[in-house]
């Protein structure tokens, strides 16, 4: 860690949690696999550290493996060469020469933390964790080995209740960082366009100054509404569809909003549930192709969109990759609040759930008051939400009705 900053670097105290709560770009990584290997190895190479056994959390397993192991400021790139632990991608598992094991989790499994036990944790990006509370609690019951057990959360923030309760605890120290504090190590034109892009936005505050943002007063949809509607899987579906938002872009070098793609069921107790989130920024053929994708994976019953934008262009889209899948076209006669209000209503009387998390689909919810959305951009996957939930439960029940039958 010689050329750390000060703030990449753990604090003195007797502390349980250290949470780095820092920008896109800060570091944390780096930080993280650095703190692991100074918890791991000893005065020397291979001489014994202060703790041996380690859980390494991350939101997926490909995350965990890609950047929390073999990524460029992962665990692997920080050891020299000739001490580098050994890495079992099959068995989950990392080995250092002096004993000590590193186990990889995921955070859509919480289970795999039932019955381990560890001295030290390192949590990746903790605010996109798709079971956040369950993973978190059970890494809680397993986190018992040693005499002064630790872990360290390196996250970009969202106001998640687990984290807001972490930041919270007395025995936790947080250090708090921004993208530009790393703006040596990044490239200039990164630092350019992102400042003229984000400073001063919502998301920049978030993702760029790593600002904690509450609650918009008066938003259609809270934090504590969808983390209560929040469930690990859905029940049997009657009917399930595929809601795609267009927007006129024509693919990822395009400068305009992407496209949104909710999936969502409803299932035989009458509740809506959220199955994911698909939005994408493609070109037509691209997008379309997504779209037809969850449709056959989800086993999707009908694929609605909005006519508005580009006429019957949707429908020649969807129909050029599949002309066999069940299509509707959906025409916005009122505006986006207005179609999102009664949708709104369904989640403050308990009808939706969401399986799992989406968080950025989340963020633009959360975003959405009566006068108007605040976020940046359109809210291209909180429309196709309301599109899905639209013809679930509201002008689709009927048919529902009649397939349960």
Not at 54 to 81: C, F, K, N, Q
Not at 190 to 214: C, P, V, W
Not at 313 to 335: K, L, P, Q
Not at 364 to 386: K, N
Request: net charge neutral; aromatic share 8%.
């Amino acid at each position: 860690m010689f050329w750390a900053r000060p703030e990449q670097i753990a604090p003195p105290g007797d502390w349980l949690t250290w949470v780095i709560l820092a920008g896109r770009g800060f570091g944390k990584t780096r930080a993280g696999a650095e703190w692991v290997r100074s918890c791991v190895c000893g005065a020397t190479p291979l001489g014994r550290g202060a703790y041996q056994r380690i859980a390494l959390i991350a939101e997926t397993a490909a995350d965990a493996r890609d950047v929390m192991v073999e990524g460029d400021s992962g665990i692997l790139a920080v050891h020299p060469p000739a001490f580098r632990p050994c890495y079992e991608p099959s068995k989950r598992r990392l080995t250092w020469r002096n004993g000590a094991v590193a186990t990889l989790f995921n955070a859509t499994e919480p289970d795999q933390l039932r019955g381990p036990q560890f001295d030290v944790a390192w949590c990746d990006e903790l605010a996109k964790w798709a079971y956040a509370r369950e993973t978190w609690d059970m890494l809680q019951f397993g986190l018992r080995l040693g005499t002064r057990p630790r872990q360290l959360v390196t996250t970009t923030p969202r106001p998640i209740p687990v984290l807001k309760e972490v930041l919270a605890s007395p025995s936790t120290v947080v250090t708090r960082g921004r993208t530009r504090d790393n703006a040596a190590n990044l490239a200039p034109a990164f630092m350019a366009s992102i400042q003229e892009r984000y400073a001063g936005t919502r998301l920049g505050r978030q993702e760029l100054d790593a600002e904690i943002l509450d609650d918009v007063p008066g938003a259609l949809w809270t934090r504590a509404m969808i983390d209560a509607a929040r469930v690990r899987q859905a029940p049997e579906l009657i009917r399930v569809v595929v809601a795609v938002d267009p927007s006129g872009t024509k693919g990822q070098s395009d400068d305009g909003d992407e496209i949104g793609i909710v999936v969502a069921g409803k299932g035989a107790d009458g509740m809506a549930y959220v199955l994911a989130d698909r939005t994408c920024k493609l070109s037509p053929d691209g997008w379309g192709r997504r779209a037809v994708e969850a449709y056959r994976e989800l086993k999707a019953d009908r694929i609605v969109a909005e006519r508005n934008f580009g006429g019957a262009m949707v429908e020649h889209v969807i129909r050029t990759v599949d002309r066999t899948v069940s299509f509707r076209e959906v025409t916005a006669s009122r505006g986006k609040v207005a179609r999102a209000e009664p949708v709104a209503a369904l989640y403050e009387q308990g009808k939706v759930r969401h399986v799992g998390a989406f968080p950025a689909l989340e963020d633009q919810m959360c975003a959405f008051t009566p006068e108007g959305f605040i976020g940046d951009g359109s809210p291209d996957r909180a429309d196709a939400l309301v599109w899905a939930m639209t013809e679930l439960m509201i002008t689709g029940s009927h048919y529902g009705m009649l397939r349960a039958l």
